[in-house]
């Protein structure tokens, strides 16, 4: 899964299991279902022999720097081919993609130079490929939320992005108690580390970095060890049963809760549940 915004850029790789057949389907509708509104999915292909895997990768990372020009909304199955473009279209789309990564490294160096590169290849691309140009300043325009772009104003509108760099915070001012505090408090709700970030004004990739720096985990494997506490005081102290505790403390898959709690207890819901009783 690679997204679109202001991070780098992430691979997850889900594989199918013996032991939870069917899972890796599933979380795929999952991630298609929250994140494809913001991001790009690529599936990658099923493979026997270690060596296919660098073709497919390759096939993978040029589907996702095709985004600037096809859209960042799309979900590619494992038998897409990546399109072909022109070589001055391909190179904006690759920078294009090289100023999220510099922004969310909060590089205001690269960031300026490689902006300095999209503003001198647009002109050849507006003349040959006026509507590839044009998707291109629209995906500039919505990952910087800047005015919407054109040849006329872009220098100036990058510039006024490179300028959010400067006014990153630093760690010290990462609010992480604050943070914790809130997580503790609506963690039963749908959280994603995006909107969380969102709200403390902060770009995903530099959120989870101070996070993971602050707590010693990552986001999602905190809020995780949360919501199974919770569930564990739920599971001792009331008869809800394990769908609406699931329900409860955050999961709309109860299937998906269960093996959440069993990858961190060892055991299942209703095994804890049933292990209580013979005390």
Known sequence: MIP????????????????????????????????????????????????????????MKKLAACRPVYGPCRLYKSNCRPPALDPEVEELCTQCCKTLSAFSRADHVEFSIICDTIIQKLPQTEEKNPESARRILN????????????????????????????????????????????????????????????????????????????????????????????????????????????GRVGYYSTSFFIRSFKKIEGRTPSEYRKSLSLR
Not at 220 to 245: G, N, Q
């Open 4 to 59: 679109y915004g202001t991070e780098t850029g992430s691979l997850l790789f889900l594989f199918e299991t013996s032991e939870y057949p069917g899972y890796y389907q599933e979380m795929k509708k999952t991630l298609a279902r929250f994140f494809l509104p913001g991001y790009t999915i690529v599936e990658g292909k099923p493979f026997t022999v270690s060596d296919q895997w660098h073709s497919d990768y390759s096939r």
């Open 139 to 246: 995906f500039l325009t919505d990952a910087y939320q800047t005015e919407p772009l054109s040849g006329d104003n872009i220098k100036q509108q990058l510039l006024k992005a490179a300028s959010v760099i400067m006014q990153i915070p630093s760690a010290r001012d990462f609010k992480y108690e604050e943070i914790t505090a809130y997580l503790k408090t609506h963690y039963m709700e749908d959280l994603t580390l995006t909107g969380v970030a969102a709200l403390y004004g902060l770009s995903p990739n530099y959120f989870s970095t101070l996070f993971k720096k602050m707590s010693g985990s990552n986001f999602i494997s905190w809020l995780t060890k949360l919501r199974i506490e919770k569930a564990k005081r739920l599971l001792m102290e009331t008869d809800l049963t394990i769908r609406d505790i699931a």
